[in-house]
């Protein structure tokens, strides 16, 4: 099968590679903005070639979008309007009801496929691309009934060959679970690192006085802000949910602290370790 | 050397397991309130023996308390009444104000070393101890002009001796730094996990959703309740500012995504990941 990958970064990059080794694809045509990222990709035989977006869709029967969000949504009307009425085209994106909806109406929604696969590392660009990232996890596809049966059957195909189980979800649903699950843990640990490095001018301070916990608990922190910042604009409304329910719960600490009401902090925390059952 | 450390738990247990291994113990002692510790304790062969805390402390050399912080707080006083006058007490708790103010007048002072070794996990308990938790993690010592220099080395040695090494501070710097490079960590991690609980009731949802970044940044969330609300209730003034400084960046990176302001909140993530620099 010959698959072209838009955006040569993390996913794009561990997919190239997992998507060789099993056999998946017979040839792999990469297309990059970044010249960088194109030369890494060819270093590294994560790509069998380099193309022009316009050269690289042609004759593709899978092409994978992976880039940023706001970027996806830009480019993906006039991706369908160019394609072969065969060629299936996915996205990888973290957000999903922005370019469904840029599509909804477009003559080859059929062909187009919605999906999040539920992995990643902090890291990024094809340097960061590794064999096996998707193995175990849960890939989502959004909005199944809009596209045609041998479409999704056929991203299916490829996310079990990756080793992922699918999911099904309408887009709108995704954003909100993403926002809950994914997206705010980025926040979190943004903020962390921010208010860490307000006081701690000294990084060997930091260095010396962080355990694990502050390791694990930061380190979404190092995650791209192109990326990002995509995401968190593009899923606006359940963002500023998720983050008004988190800074209600930060309220109720801190005025338990203040009050030395050991036990309502106690009971905050013991609620919070209901979460050792769905981690185990 | 005669050792009995006060609270079998993840850090007296660990200290107990490594200074058996390498030979820092010729006899381990151990004293805890609770039942089930003792007998984990003694199935674990973490501890020679269980005594009460009168007989514990009789002929020790060194005496390791290691319970929550509150506890230590009110017991140290009369801790340190008993002991002999060869006998060091060593405390490992993760505040340092509370503990040295109570004994600053008390005649055996300059036997009491406060120290806090910067290492753990998110699990309790003498089944929680493992050997080498402290290989290559830093150890304060505070205040260390109060106590006598012999006391101050045989701590130092023994934390030399679990591979780790020895930063001093006085007790109030200690308790600030400890709040934003350790406390507020855990702080975030209970407020994501109270976050997302409330909204994902199904754990299979979550568990479907979570890719390695949520579980990384929510592990905190599954420690120790007796623990942690000791903790932020005696290190009160230094999480009321460190949770006011988290919380206005939240503000931030809110304001940011509801103006749609890309520029901003890229400003804020390429801050935020120059934690990189402090974790390498």
Redesign the interface.
Known sequence: MKVTIIGLGLIGGSMAKDMRKIGFASQITGVDNNPDHCSQALNHKIVDAIATLDKGITNADLIILAIPVLGAQKVIHALLDKIDDRTVVMDVGSTKTGICNEIRDHPSRKNFVATHP?????FSGPDAAIEGLFRQ??S?ICDREQSSPEAVELVINLYHALGMHT?YMNASDHD???A???H?????????????????KS?K??????????????????????M???I??QN?NP??E??????D???E??QA??N?D?TK??T?????????????
């Open positions: 539920m992995a990643g590392t902090e996890k849960a989502i999911i909100v679970h993403a809950y699950v994914s705010i843990s980025h926040i979190s640990s943004f903020v962390l690192s921010l208010t860490v490095l307000e006081k701690e990084e301070a930091i260095l010396d006085m962080a355990s694990g916990g502050f390791e694990s608990t930061v380190r979404l922190a190092k995650s791209s802000s192109e990002w910042s995509q968190f604009i606006k963002m500023i998720v983050i008004d329910k988190y800074s719960y930060l309220t600490f801190r602290i203040l030395d050991k902090i106690e905050l925390i013991q609620k919070a370790n209901e979460i050792k059952k769905a981690l185990k």
